[in-house]
């Protein structure tokens, strides 16, 4: 049982340079989210959607961009990466609101 | 918009010994979930304890437990005998009940605190 699936773990870009992280759910998930989680701090909502076609932004969009062609795969993209962008990517899922989230390991990118 | 806050940066706890994090929220809804999240340095987000607001009896899980005051819109964590393993961070989350409008199931977190264990 895989769960959620975040790819790359790790990844160092240039600034300017563009990438997607993928997240992918094997769990039947209706509502996938994207957190960033930078240095000592709690974790905000970039972008969330609650079934395929469907998506919407969340706290800190700004430089991202998602999508939701199939239930299971909500990748994002960060176009023209900047140093503020440095953080910890957290993808996660659950089938409604009233139930467990799942989290995956984590994406920790790093923009230089 | 719900906050949540989390007052204390760090905390320490001599092994075996109990230790209390605390953690406030604002929110105008009156169906809602608290819960604790633990983040070891793998950065991996577990679930340690979850409490639905429509339940007055607090949620216990072995060793942690919670002490929720609703009109209060406190909710803090206790955790007894603490285990070397329990050195982390610690995310208070809320999350609306409701499915609908805005809310769809998004997690609110606070700032964190980070617990040391002392041997």
């Known amino acids: 049982n895989a769960g959620v699936t975040q790819t790359p773990k790790f990844r160092i870009l240039k600034i300017g340079q563009s990438m997607t992280l993928q997240c992918a759910q094997d769990?039947?998930?209706?509502?996938m989210y994207w957190y960033r989680q930078d240095p000592g701090m709690g974790l905000k909502l970039i972008y969330y959607?609650?079934?395929?076609?469907?998506?919407d932004k969340g706290e800190v969009p700004n430089g991202y961009n998602v999508s939701r062609s199939t239930t299971e795969d909500f990748p994002l993209r960060l176009e023209l990466a900047a140093p503020s962008q440095t953080s910890v990517y957290f993808c996660?899922?659950?089938?409604?609101?009233?139930?467990?989230?799942?989290f995956g390991e984590g994406s920790w990118l790093t923009v230089v | 918009a719900q906050t949540v806050t989390q007052s204390q940066p760090e905390m320490s706890v001599q092994e075996a010994e109990t230790v209390t994090l605390s953690c406030t929220y604002d929110t105008s809804e009156s169906d809602y979930y608290l819960f604790w999240y633990k983040q070891p340095p793998s950065r991996q987000m577990i679930l340690v304890i979850r409490q639905e607001a429509y339940k007055q009896q607090n949620a216990t899980e072995n060793r942690f437990s919670v002490n929720f005051q609703k009109a209060a819109k406190s909710f803090s964590l206790k955790i007894s005998d603490s285990q070397l393993g329990d050195a982390a961070m610690y995310f208070c989350?809320?999350?609306?009940?409701?499915?609908?409008?805005?809310?769809?199931?998004?997690?609110?977190f606070g700032q964190g605190t980070i617990l040391t264990v002392h041997p």
């Open positions: 769990m039947n998930h209706n509502y």
């Open positions: 959607s609650v079934g395929a076609g469907i998506t």
């Open positions: 996660a899922s659950t089938w409604d609101s009233g139930n467990t989230i799942y």
């Open positions: 989350a809320y999350r609306s009940e409701n499915a609908g409008g805005t809310s769809y199931g998004k997690l609110t």
